[in-house]
């Protein structure tokens, strides 16, 4: 008998592998979201409002959340533009009871959600020990914590009828690490996801996708700075938002389980895993990823230091992360 659940698990591997290899070159079918209701958090940043159009052309209703209501608000105008239902929400994603209560609203006023798309985030920028406690917190809060959060306020509604998309924009910086906090905090959300995904298979909820997303640096601004060796930022540069958030739609429509963006991601994914620590370590050190996040870091404190205040000026005494992305995504 065990022989034979060995032998179908091999027989599945096969399959699957071959499956992936096809794939790889044949054009997936992508699925129709017409009339779906989507959520996208971070909606006023670069890539949200970038995710909100796209699901707009494919003719998705939007839920767009932000704590910045101006920037989200521009963004429900731009997707109007397009003829799709739009709400647009200021929540906090630090604050559970915000989101909990947001969600209570969002069901109120417009129904189930069955496309939620994680895409918020933020970086506090400093190096660890002189990085304000409140700073890594809400790091870990936005970045991490609040998919737990996310996932227990719309995730029942998808399993009473099994069916909905559960997106989650994490990072290559997920996959493997440098010198930040951001790194440690979308090391969590890759945990999450793939954890996640492995609780609706097993309980056998076929009809709930999940898409988890890792891009490489994205050129938003919000990482401006970080590079690794001079001599391989031809080879990798920093990602277009808009190629990025195209590359996600395509992998979210074809229901992917997870996409690298640019697939050269694939390679230090797998090497992390396959070669020892200190390989690892000496192709850190090679491609300058030991410290590809130090002259951003550094450029974070110049702009802080330049910001001091002086005692006649107590305009932002009470903004301790003035320079901290606020809840917008990467």
């Known amino acids: 008998m065990h022989f ?6 091999l027989l599945n591997l096969t399959f699957s592998i071959l499956n992936a290899v096809i794939q790889t070159f044949l054009r997936p079918r992508l699925k129709c979201v017409d009339g779906e209701l989507c959520l996208i958090t971070g909606a006023g940043g670069a890539l949200g409002r970038l995710f909100a159009l796209e699901f707009a052309k494919e003719g998705a209703d939007l839920v767009l959340w932000d704590c910045n209501s101006d ?3 521009h963004t429900a105008r731009l997707a109007r533009e397009l003829g799709v239902q739009v709400r647009a929400y200021t929540v906090d994603l630090s604050k559970r009871e915000s989101i909990y209560e947001a969600a209570e609203e969002v069901r109120a006023d417009v129904g189930c959600v069955s496309i939620l798309v994680n895409n918020a985030g ?8 002189d990085c304000p406690d409140e700073l890594l917190e809400r790091t870990l809060l936005v970045n991490c914590h609040a998919l737990f959060w996310m996932t227990k306020a719309f995730l029942p509604q998808m399993k009473v009828k099994n069916h909905g998309h559960m997106v989650t924009v994490a990072s290559a910086l997920g996959l493997f690490s440098t010198a930040c906090d951001y790194c440690a905090s979308k090391f969590g959300a890759v945990g999450f996801h793939e954890s996640l995904t492995h609780e609706l298979l097993a309980e056998n909820l076929s009809g709930i996708k999940t898409t988890l997303v890792c891009p490489y640096i994205v050129d938003t601004g919000m990482f401006a700075g970080c590079e690794i060796r001079k ?20 992998a979210i429509l074809a229901e992917q389980r997870m996409i690298c963006i640019p697939r050269l991601m694939y390679i230090p994914f797998l090497t992390r895993a396959l070669l020892p620590w ?11 990823g030991d410290k590809c996040m130090l002259p951003f870091i550094k450029n974070i404190e110049m702009k802080n230091s330049s910001h001091v205040q002086s005692p006649l000026d107590s305009s932002s005494l009470s903004q301790p992360g003035l320079f901290m992305d606020k809840c917008k995504d990467q």
């Open 4 to 9: 034979i659940y060995l032998l179908l698990m």
């Open 71 to 73: 920037a989200n608000e």
């Open 122 to 129: 933020v970086v506090a920028g400093r190096r660890l020990l």
């Open 231 to 250: 001599e391989l930022r031809g080879l990798i540069p920093p990602l277009e938002p808009l190629y990025t958030v195209q590359q996600a739609m395509k």
């Open 278 to 288: 200190e390989a690892n370590v000496a192709t850190y050190r090679f491609m300058g």
